[in-house]
Structure formats: structure tokens, C-alpha cells
């Protein structure tokens, strides 16, 4: 294993303190100084030696310095103009190779319209895991964009909140089954893995985290935007049928209802019960009828 230096709770106050930063609350800056918790992050997405790893929001470097000690190569994205710049003098200082590690300074959420910076040590970053411990506000579209702006990933292992760890695994029938949860089965299958100490974290969170796992799958035969807009409108009004629900997106309620006749699909259903496989029936079904 390589030499490195994990960040512990002063060296986090250290660091903020030599930088001149207060963590923000609008970033969800909540930074990790506990050793055993990254390394655990590490473990639970199953990153080796030689992985290509993108990370969202390195921060002061706590998780990034894990994933470098496991032997990954590790392409950051960080957002905030202060953080992103310090992260390879904090990387030189405590990790033996240094040449692993690459930070572009952007919003993860712009993804699409960035190029993810390349680690010196290669001539070409071929992503395979994203691991991260993310900021609570923009967790769901963070992992979704990743997830369709990087077709390479097979893996994203994240700390988020439990709240929304909970909804990302969520199936359908569950009390917490949302747009998170059917959005994320279109690219991936999703487990809930442990839960984690808000103690860990600098300042201390009032929530609680939990680890999530998401394993790439082949996503279905269809258009996703179409299918992704069926999901929105389902779960816009959330105690409604189908039928009422989808009656602005079809049409008319009597539309929806021929569309979801067609699908298959129940219309006094609810959306909480569709899988992602019914949400793909009834978007091929409102183009059938429509040709
Ligand atoms: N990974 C570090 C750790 O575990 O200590 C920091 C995690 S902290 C919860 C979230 C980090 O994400 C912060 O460094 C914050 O500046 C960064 N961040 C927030 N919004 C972001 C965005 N849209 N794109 C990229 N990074 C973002």
C-alpha cells in the first residue's frame, strides 16, 4: 500500500485555518476527519489498485487521500474556488504519488459542458467508480448527471444523506419510493449501505448519512427524456391516481387513461407502486397511440 497521511479532526481545522475558509452551509461543507469512515467509503464501493475514480466534491482532501491509499487514480471535481486549487499541495504533502491525482475546479451539476481533469500519471482517464462523500443539497442531480454524462462509471458508492439514501434504494411500494428512486433504477440498481456517525463530520450535520451503492445496469430500450417526464408528472401530485396525475402530460385524465389502458397499467394506481419498466410502458404506449 502506498505511504499515505490520512486527515484527521485537527489537521481538518489546520487546513480551513491556513486557507482561510468557514465552511459553508450553501456548499454543504460538512468535512470528514475520521480516518476509519473514508477508509470504510473505500472499502464499501470495492475500489483497488489501478481504478479510475471520479470524486464530487473532494473538499480538504479527507476521502480523495483514502481512495489514493486503496491505489485508485482519482479525478476530483470541486466547486469552490478556494479548496480546488489547495487540494494538490495537501495531496503532495501526504501521498507518496502525487501524479495520481487531478482536481478541475467546476459545479458537478455542469458535468456535461466540463472535461474531468487528467491525473498526470495517465495519458487517458477511463472513469469506472464515483465515490464521494456529496453535498446534501445537490446529491440526487449530482449522482444522475454523473450517471448519464459518464457511460464508463459502473459504480457510484456516496455518502448522503439517510434520508436520501433511503429514497435512492428505495422500491416501488415503499412509503419513500420518489422521483430519486425510479430516476436512479433507470441506470442503475440501488443498495442502502451503512449508516454513519454525524460525529464524523466538521462542523457536525443535524442529520444523519448513510452510504449508498448504486451498480450500473444496461438501461432500458427507450427514449429517457420521455420516460422521465411520465415520472415527474406521476410523482408531481403524489396522493392522486394515474389517471389524475397524468392527465395534464396526456392530455386530458380520459387520455391518460387509454394510454395507461394500453400500458397495461392500473389507472387508480398511484405512482409510488410503478416500476421503472411500467414508467418505459406507458411513455412507448402515448407514442403507439399517437402514430
Ligand atoms: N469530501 C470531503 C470530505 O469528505 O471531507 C468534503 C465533503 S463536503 C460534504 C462536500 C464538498 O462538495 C465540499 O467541498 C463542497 O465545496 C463541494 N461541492 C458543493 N457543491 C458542489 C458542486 N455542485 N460541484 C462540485 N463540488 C461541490
Request: charged content about 20%.
Amino acid at each position: 500500500m502506498a505511504g499515505t497521511s490520512l486527515l484527521t479532526p485537527s489537521d481538518i481545522r489546520e487546513l480551513s485555518n491556513k486557507l482561510g475558509i468557514r465552511p459553508t452551509k450553501t456548499l454543504g461543507q460538512n468535512f470528514v476527519g475520521d480516518g476509519g469512515t473514508v477508509r470504510k467509503i473505500v472499502s464499501h464501493a470495492g475500489v483497488s489498485e489501478g481504478d479510475h475514480v471520479v470524486e464530487i466534491g473532494p473538499g480538504l482532501g479527507s476521502l480523495t487521500l483514502a481512495l489514493l491509499e486503496a491505489g485508485a487514480y482519482v479525478s476530483a471535481i470541486e466547486i469552490d474556488t478556494v479548496l480546488a486549487p489547495a487540494l494538490p499541495a495537501t495531496v503532495t504533502a501526504r501521498h507518496d504519488r502525487p501524479e495520481r491525482f487531478a482536481v478541475a475546479q467546476f459545479d458537478a451539476l455542469k458535468l456535461g459542458q466540463n472535461e474531468l481533469a487528467i491525473p498526470p500519471a495517465l495519458d487517458t482517464f477511463t472513469p469506472t467508480h464515483l465515490v464521494a462523500n456529496l453535498p446534501y443539497n445537490v446529491a440526487v442531480p449530482a449522482i444522475l448527471t454523473a450517471l448519464e454524462e459518464l457511460p464508463s462509471l459502473r459504480i457510484v458508492d456516496v455518502m448522503v444523506q439517510l434520508e436520501v439514501a433511503e429514497r435512492l434504494a428505495a422500491q416501488p411500494g415503499s412509503k419513500v419510493y420518489g422521483v430519486p428512486s425510479a430516476k436512479a433504477a433507470w441506470y442503475a440498481s440501488a443498495t442502502r449501505g451503512p449508516l454513519i456517525s454525524r460525529n464524523v463530520f466538521w462542523p457536525v450535520p443535524n442529520v444523519d448519512s448513510a452510504l449508498v451503492r448504486l451498480d450500473r445496469r444496461p438501461v432500458p430500450d427507450a427514449d429517457r427524456v420521455s420516460v422521465f417526464e411520465v415520472v415527474d408528472a406521476a410523482f408531481s401530485q403524489r396522493r392522486k391516481t394515474l389517471r389524475q396525475a397524468l392527465g395534464s402530460w396526456a392530455g386530458t385524465p380520459a387520455q391518460a387513461e387509454e394510454i395507461l389502458l394500453r400500458a397495461g397499467i392500473d389507472s387508480t394506481l398511484r405512482g409510488e407502486r410503478l416500476s421503472i419498466g411500467d414508467f418505459v410502458a406507458i411513455a412507448q404506449a402515448k407514442t403507439e397511440i399517437a402514430h
